[in-house]
Each structure stands twice: as structure tokens, then as C-alpha cells.
């Protein structure tokens, strides 16, 4: 649990560093070389050093990832990312108007709202 409290601090600094290449080197770190579980929070801090970095599209993919690995396992969900991926998708549909896009906020739409 200390590694996750310390991959989302560094992955947040990076994010308000504006350095995104950073953050995606220390998730791979973490990921890749020491093998860490991470959880809802570090896909969280992960998908926000992305907006920051006005990669919006981006954000909304890590938060797709979350929701496909960690989040049914977790017990208490994260209601923040809820939120963070709906405000995504919705800054990528605005900047797209693609139908896909579209239906992707829906579907986030749908899976938010009985949480929030």
C-alpha cells in the first residue's frame, strides 16, 4: 500500500511538472520493473498528469485500463475517477464530435451515475 502512496505522489509531480513522458516512464517503473499492483488511486493520479498536460484522450484511455484491471476488484470505489473519466471523454467528444467518442461518455455516463 506505501508503494501506491508513493507511485501516485510521483506520478502528481510529474503531472504538475507538465511532464507526461515522466509519468509514463514512472508508471513503467513501477509497472514493469517492480511489479507493483496499483490500484484505482495511481490510475487516477496517472490519467491526471495527463490533463494537465492537455491529453485529454489520453487521461480518458488510463481510466479505461483502470476500469478493465483494478476497479471491480477494489471494495470501495473510487468515485474521483468516476468523475475524472466522464470530464475526459467529454473534453475528447467536445474537441472530436465522433460518434465513438460519443458513445464512450455514455457508457461512462451510465457506469458513474448509480455511484455518484
Keep these: 500500500h506505501d508503494v501506491q502512496i508513493v507511485c501516485s505522489a510521483l506520478i ?16 513503467h ?6 511489479g507493483v499492483q496499483l490500484n484505482s488511486i495511481c490510475y487516477n493520479a496517472y490519467a491526471k498528469s495527463h490533463m494537465l498536460c492537455g491529453r485529454p ?4 484511455a488510463k481510466l479505461d485500463d483502470m476500469f478493465k484491471t483494478v476497479w471491480y476488484h477494489e471494495s470501495a ?3 474521483k475517477a468516476v468523475i475524472d473519466h ?3 471523454l467529454l ?4 474537441s472530436s464530435l465522433s460518434a465513438h467518442d ?15
Design 91 to 94: 473534453i475528447t467528444y467536445h
Design 12 to 27: 502528481n509531480i510529474a503531472g504538475q511538472k507538465k511532464n507526461w513522458r515522466r509519468a509514463d516512464d514512472l508508471w
Design 102 to 116: 460519443l458513445e464512450q461518455l455514455r457508457v461512462a455516463i451510465d457506469r458513474g451515475t448509480p455511484l455518484l
Design 77 to 79: 470505489k473510487n468515485t
Design 57 to 60: 484522450h489520453v487521461a480518458a
Design 29 to 34: 517503473c513501477f509497472v514493469n520493473v517492480f
Design 86 to 88: 466522464m470530464q475526459a
